[in-house]
């Protein structure tokens, strides 16, 4: 059974995961999840959904969740590479509101837990990137919810310019060019 690599990140139960890669001079082999490795390593969550997207250089796809059915996720990129984005919305944790964010791509094979409860969002860093990601729970379109990426609260830090990518060049989608704002959403949960 192949070993992984578990790495904290600053934020409680969100994790870098590093598997153990096989390569030769045919090619390489990896287990990108094993229900009993990740249980030895604590993680513990079960997957109902997997999906895949592929998207051009300076896609902003997030941030992203569901509100009332929250969904952990394993994610991964499996052709290019994306900056992604977790932002702790889990209300009473000591680092709600806080981000972290982590390069991932085809070469470096990482993967990054992220558990329900979070918004999601990644930055597409090369052209055709292809991203896949494991959900604990089935995606529905009426439950879905958002934060604008560039939430000048949050200040996250999508290294656009260490990237080669300038704000203005971010490609949303119609629907994540209209999100509000964590406050403006913590709000309207309020008032609704």
Request: hydrophobic fraction near 35%; aromatic fraction near 14%.
């Amino acid at each position: 059974m192949a070993q992984i690599k578990v790495i904290p990140t600053p934020i409680p139960d969100l994790y870098v995961i590093e598997p153990t890669v096989f390569g030769d001079e045919r090619g390489f082999f990896m287990e990108s999840y094993h229900k009993r490795v990740y249980a030895a390593a604590g993680l513990t969550m079960d997957f109902v959904q997997d999906n895949h997207s592929k998207s051009k250089k300076g896609v902003l796809r997030g941030l992203h969740f569901q509100k009332q059915h929250p969904q952990g996720k394993l994610v991964r990129v499996v052709r290019g590479r994306v900056w992604d984005v977790a932002v702790d919305l889990r209300p009473g944790s000591p680092a709600f509101g806080r981000w972290f964010g982590v390069e991932l791509s085809a070469a470096n094979k990482k993967l990054f837990y992220i558990p329900a409860g979070f918004a999601h969002g990644f930055l597409t860093l090369e052209e055709e990137t292809e991203f896949v990601y494991k959900c604990s729970d089935y995606y529905d379109p009426n439950d879905e919810g958002g934060i604008r990426y560039d939430d000048p609260q949050l200040k996250v830090d999508w290294h656009f310019q260490e990237f080669g990518i300038t704000p203005g060049q971010v490609l949303l989608s119609a629907k994540d060019a209209k999100l509000p704002t964590l406050q403006e959403y913590l709000n309207q949960v309020r008032c609704g």
